[in-house]
């Protein structure tokens, strides 16, 4: 008569039931522990081309576990233990808790627990969270050695991986060219309420705000800011003018005044040659020449010389009163 075959024993999260094990087995503690002799390193060997990143992938960590698991007998078993999802911006944002179940041909079993959190803008995200709790499970469990950057480094090569969408846009309004430029300011601004993330809290210069009141309110410096410029230049320019105008201007009238007495000394010589021979004439000469300020303006002679136009005048009015006086 066949000899009965007993049942390996039942297991569950917690561990093995109280039922007999296939004691002629090792334990499940004693084959990992030869797995993580077996194991070989991981490095970050993905690159993101397009974003300019290295990454050490979920594959890397099944392919250097497969073969020493299955050397030794181990298998895997995942359980979502409970998970969240959100809507960020055009982001599916999945957060999820997973029990990873080793189990030994004993039937007993090691559970490790991961956390794995992912964004997608289609239906992608369960599987990115997923994937990224089972890459931190085998490493941490194994212990399977990485490169020279430490375990906790937080995947820091990483810019999107573990970033929100108003993370980018926060990258994108730190450069100078969006910061110092309105109307960059305005379309990242439009761009930002087209995702429906105005309202995300950032941290900003002045510490924990909105996307909108960073946004609106560094546009609003920024356009006080060239007000007062253009306040500054047209009062600069204003105060230009004016010393310019009082340098040219005072320059430009005694030159219109002086051209206006050699107009005015020519009219006078003008009508003196026609009253040259009427002393009462050529006395309101002399007043005329007094008043418009021209009666000291000296007048060429025909010897060559020059004489002022007053002593001229005055020389010719004594020399016709001495004429009358002898014809009398």
Same mark, same amino acid.
């Given at each position: 008569?066949?000899?009965?075959?007993?049942? +390996?024993?039942? /297991?569950?999260?917690? #561990?093995?039931? +109280?039922? /007999?094990?296939?004691?002629?087995?090792p334990s499940v503690h004693e084959l990992m522990s030869r797995v993580m002799r077996d194991v070989r390193d991981v490095g970050?060997? #993905?690159?993101?081309?397009?974003?300019?990143?290295?990454?050490?992938? @979920? %594959?890397? !960590?099944?392919? !250097?576990?497969?073969q020493p698991l299955r050397d030794h007998g181990v298998f895997m078993t995942p359980e979502v233990l409970d998970f969240k999802t959100e809507l960020r911006g055009r982001m599916n944002a999945v957060m999820m808790r997973v029990a990873f179940h080793f189990y030994g041909p004993a039937g007993d079993h090691v559970t490790a627990i991961t956390m794995g959190e992912a964004s997608d803008v289609a239906d992608k995200a369960s599987n990115k969270a997923m994937s990224a709790a089972l890459k931190y499970a085998l490493i941490h469990t194994?212990?399977?050695p990485v490169d020279s950057k430490s375990l906790d480094d937080g995947d820091r090569d990483h810019p999107e991986g573990q970033r929100s969408a108003a993370d980018a846009y926060m990258e994108r309004l730190r450069k100078p060219m969006v910061w110092n430029n309105v109307n960059a300011l305005t379309a990242l601004h439009a761009e930002v309420k !087209?995702?429906?993330?105005?309202?995300?809290?950032?941290?900003?210069?002045?510490?924990?705000? /909105?996307?909108? /009141?960073?946004? @609106?309110?560094?546009g609003k410096q920024l356009r006080a800011e060239a007000e007062e410029r253009e306040a500054r230049k047209a009062a600069e320019a204003g105060e230009v003018a004016a010393q310019v105008a009082a340098e040219t201007g005072a !320059?430009?009238?005694?030159?219109?005044?002086?051209?206006?007495?050699?107009?005015?000394l020519a009219r006078l010589r003008g009508q003196a040659v026609d009253c040259w021979d009427k002393p009462l004439s050529l006395a309101q000469i002399v007043l005329d020449a007094e008043k418009?300020?021209?009666? %000291?303006?000296? @007048? +060429?002679?025909?010897? #060559?010389g020059a004489l002022m136009f007053r002593e001229l005048l005055n020389a010719r009015i004594i020399e016709l009163e001495q004429q009358a006086g002898a014809a009398a």
């Open positions: 008569m066949a000899n009965a075959i007993e049942a +390996p024993a039942s /297991t569950t999260a917690e #561990g093995p039931t +109280p039922h /007999t094990q296939n004691q002629a087995a970050k060997n #993905g690159e993101n081309k397009s974003q300019n990143y290295k990454f050490r992938g @979920v %594959d890397d !960590a099944i392919g !250097a576990l497969a194994f212990m399977i !087209a995702d429906g993330l105005l309202g995300e809290t950032v941290y900003g210069p002045d510490g924990d705000t /909105t996307l909108e /009141t960073l946004i @609106v309110g560094r !320059a430009q009238e005694s030159q219109a005044s002086a051209a206006d007495g050699v107009d005015h418009h300020g021209v009666a %000291d303006l000296e @007048v +060429p002679l025909r010897n #060559g």
